[in-house]
């Protein structure tokens, strides 16, 4: 087989399939997601998929499937998903129906993914990035119950030595300090 012929066969090979209606937007786009294990081909229910992550050139399927390559930039699965993803960081697109966590870490807040947060290997770990913390938290607590968050309240706390700007990630207090 020539190089020619091999790389036409490659680009066939490796593309997300259309259809039209997937069940995760509700608008025409993804059916299944094709992804590769070694010298097989993965077809993945876009439904079950946790996340995509952008590294060295390559992006990678996470699912219970485990951690697959795909030949598609974040930029291409993000118009093909629509808003069933959310972009957590430059690298990283997660699924918004498999987060369980948002967790404050030093230096930044990460968000787990998966279906499972106590057994390993059922869920995934993604950073977050700073100016797309408010946001994701936003966007995860707005049909959420559970927390007391008082309406109208903004982002930045006083103190005695003045404003400063609160974390994104933080709890109101549930009764005051004296």
């Known amino acids: 087989m020539g190089s020619e012929a091999r790389a036409a066969a490659m680009s066939n090979v490796l593309e997300i399939a259309q259809a039209p209606a997937p069940a995760v937007t509700g608008e025409p786009g993804v059916w299944r997601v094709v992804a590769r294990r070694k010298n097989s081909l993965v077809f ?89 913390a408010k946001a994701l938290r936003d966007v995860l607590l707005k049909n959420a119950t559970g927390l007391r968050r008082p309406e109208g309240t903004s982002c930045r706390k006083t103190s005695s030595r003045g404003p400063r700007s609160a974390s994104p990630f933080s709890l109101p207090r549930s009764g005051t300090r004296r």
Do not use: C
């Open 44 to 132: 993945l229910d876009p439904e079950k998929i946790w996340a995509f992550e952008a590294e060295s050139r390559l992006t990678f399927v996470h699912s219970p499937d485990g951690r697959l390559a795909i030949d598609l930039s974040l930029a291409a699965i993000e118009a093909s998903f629509g808003r069933a993803l959310f972009r957590v960081h430059r690298n990283w697109l997660v699924n918004l129906d498999y987060v369980r966590e948002l967790e404050r870490v030093i230096g930044g807040a990460v968000v787990v993914v998966g279906s499972d947060l106590g057994s390993p290997g059922m869920s995934i770990r993604a950073p977050i990035a700073q100016h797309r």
